[in-house]
Protein backbone atom coordinates (compact mmCIF):
# COMPACT_ATOMS: atom_id res chain seq x y z
CA UNK A 1 0.00 0.00 0.00
CA UNK A 2 1.03 3.55 -0.84
CA UNK A 3 0.56 6.72 1.71
CA UNK A 4 -0.38 9.64 0.68
CA UNK A 5 1.91 12.05 2.22
CA UNK A 6 0.02 15.63 1.95
CA UNK A 7 0.58 18.63 3.77
CA UNK A 8 -1.75 20.16 5.90
CA UNK A 9 -4.61 21.71 4.86
CA UNK A 10 -5.93 24.65 6.47
CA UNK A 11 -9.91 25.73 5.69
CA UNK A 12 -11.11 29.22 6.90
CA UNK A 13 -12.35 29.11 9.95
CA UNK A 14 -15.86 29.61 8.66
CA UNK A 15 -16.26 25.98 6.67
CA UNK A 16 -18.75 23.92 7.81
CA UNK A 17 -17.48 21.29 5.71
CA UNK A 18 -14.33 19.32 3.79
CA UNK A 19 -14.56 16.91 1.28
CA UNK A 20 -11.44 15.14 0.72
CA UNK A 21 -11.24 13.10 -2.81
CA UNK A 22 -8.33 10.78 -2.94
CA UNK A 23 -8.88 10.11 -6.92
CA UNK A 24 -9.03 6.53 -6.27
CA UNK A 25 -13.12 6.03 -5.92
CA UNK A 26 -12.81 6.03 -2.23
CA UNK A 27 -13.57 9.81 -1.36
CA UNK A 28 -13.15 10.73 2.67
CA UNK A 29 -15.52 12.76 3.67
CA UNK A 30 -15.00 15.41 6.85
CA UNK A 31 -17.71 17.44 8.26
CA UNK A 32 -19.41 19.77 9.72
CA UNK A 33 -16.12 21.24 11.01
CA UNK A 34 -15.42 24.28 12.73
CA UNK A 35 -11.26 23.54 12.95
CA UNK A 36 -9.04 25.80 11.28
CA UNK A 37 -6.97 23.13 10.28
CA UNK A 38 -7.11 18.88 10.18
CA UNK A 39 -4.07 16.45 8.81
CA UNK A 40 -4.65 13.51 6.80
CA UNK A 41 -3.54 10.15 5.12
CA UNK A 42 -4.53 7.63 2.35
CA UNK A 43 -3.44 4.24 2.28
CA UNK A 44 -3.36 3.63 -1.85
CA UNK A 45 -4.12 -0.30 -3.11
CA UNK A 46 -2.12 0.24 -5.85
CA UNK A 47 1.08 2.63 -7.24
CA UNK A 48 0.22 5.24 -9.46
CA UNK A 49 0.17 8.93 -9.08
CA UNK A 50 -3.09 11.02 -7.86
CA UNK A 51 -4.20 14.08 -7.70
CA UNK A 52 -6.17 14.79 -4.31
CA UNK A 53 -8.87 17.29 -4.27
CA UNK A 54 -9.86 19.50 -0.84
CA UNK A 55 -12.81 20.73 -0.94
CA UNK A 56 -14.26 23.10 1.45
CA UNK A 57 -17.97 24.67 1.93
CA UNK A 58 -18.58 27.48 4.24
CA UNK A 59 -22.25 28.53 6.00
CA UNK A 60 -23.52 30.42 2.89
CA UNK A 61 -22.90 27.16 0.49
CA UNK A 62 -20.05 28.61 -0.91
CA UNK A 63 -17.54 26.24 -2.06
CA UNK A 64 -13.14 26.21 -3.20
CA UNK A 65 -11.19 23.35 -3.29
CA UNK A 66 -7.33 23.16 -4.08
CA UNK A 67 -5.60 19.84 -5.81
CA UNK A 68 -2.30 18.62 -5.18
Do not use: M
Not at 10 to 37: L, N, R, Y
Not at 45 to 58: E, K, M, R
Amino acid sequence: NRLANVPAFQPPSFSTSSIIDFADGSPATFGPTSEKSFDFAHAYAQSGSYTITVTVTDSDERSDSVTH
